[in-house]
């Protein structure tokens, strides 16, 4: 006998429906690769002016538009789309005197990436740089989106130096620090000077600023007539360098303190786009659950 018919008996025809996914919208390549965790922004629009970046066989320009489909290479090797998205992580390195803050060095001095965790093909972006001759803490993250922000001057990230000055100063030169002046590439000046104290010729203080210019805290004082002996980054950001945590060594920050330095800069998550193929676990190194707090002695260095 004939099954009588019911609602949902009758297969549907969905299984042979051609579905198809909307094309991504195009972005300017500085801001997809920074996304994918290949470089900051920045990074990126330098290797585009090196003619290290190609779309499909043509040399990339700046500003680029592209949906991240196109077959994307850098140095000749292909840069692959994220096929899922990890969290976000950052890493607060101790950089010492006389490593340098690129990948090579032609010279073949040590660089801050040497000794930096490398799990899952890990791919550290440095937040900022710091010269051969300056150390301190050091942020890393393989969140370019992140570190771009850090870095733009659009969102005031503030830094903050510990300084040793060889020479006097005078009331009227603190105040020139915190009015500006004027250096080669523009007006220039601290948004804090803090006196820390010191003996003989040698003194130590604090600055405050939220601008990332090559060498601008040595020309800064520079431009009043002082010189530098001794420069540490102690803090960017949120992110202070830990007491204890020893010159080329790192802590990890927790989620909860990633989570607030990317809210800091308007980023509202911890997810990323990744495309290692593998979850993230623990990383090497200390870990510390939020910005660090630094107890330093008299005179801090």
């Given amino acids: 006998m004939k099954r009588p018919y019911k609602a949902g008996n009758r297969r549907s ?86 490593q340098i803050t690129t990948r090579h060095d032609p010279d073949g001095r040590p660089t801050v990436f040497d000794k930096l965790p490398n799990r899952g093909r890990e791919r550290w972006i440095a937040v900022g740089r710091l010269d051969v001759n300056t150390l301190g803490l050091l942020l890393l993250t393989n969140d370019g989106e992140l570190a771009n922000r850090l870095m733009h001057p659009r969102y005031q990230v503030e830094r903050e130096y510990a300084v040793r000055i060889l020479g006097v100063v005078t009331p009227t030169v603190l105040e020139q620090l915190i009015e500006g002046v004027e250096l080669d590439d523009g007006r220039a000046r601290f948004q804090k000077v803090e006196n820390r104290g010191g003996e003989g010729a040698n003194h130590w203080y604090h600055v405050t600023l939220t601008e990332g210019r090559n060498r601008a805290v040595r020309r800064i004082w520079e431009a009043v007539g002082c010189r530098v002996s001794r420069l540490i980054r102690v803090r960017y950001g949120s992110v202070s360098l830990r007491r204890g945590l020893k010159p080329g060594k790192f802590d990890e920050l927790e989620a909860t303190a990633v989570k607030g330095l990317r809210a800091s800069v308007g980023l509202a998550d911890t997810a990323i786009a990744d495309g290692t193929g593998q979850p993230k676990r623990r990383s090497l190194g200390r870990r510390s659950g939020s910005a660090f707090k630094s107890r330093r002695g008299k005179n801090g260095y």
Avoid: C, F, M, N
Wanted: a positive charge; glycine letters at 10%.
């Fill in 13 to 98: 025809d969905s299984r042979s429906a051609v579905h198809t996914t909307p094309a991504p919208e195009p972005q300017r390549i500085q801001k997809i690769l920074a996304a994918w965790g290949v470089g900051s922004r920045r990074d990126v629009e330098g290797w585009i002016a090196e003619g290290r970046i190609e779309i499909d066989g043509q040399a990339a320009a700046p500003g680029q538009q592209i949906t991240g489909l196109e077959r994307i290479e850098l140095d000749g090797r292909r840069l692959k789309r994220p096929q899922r998205v990890v969290a976000s992580r950052v890493l607060a390195y101790y950089k010492p005197e006389g």
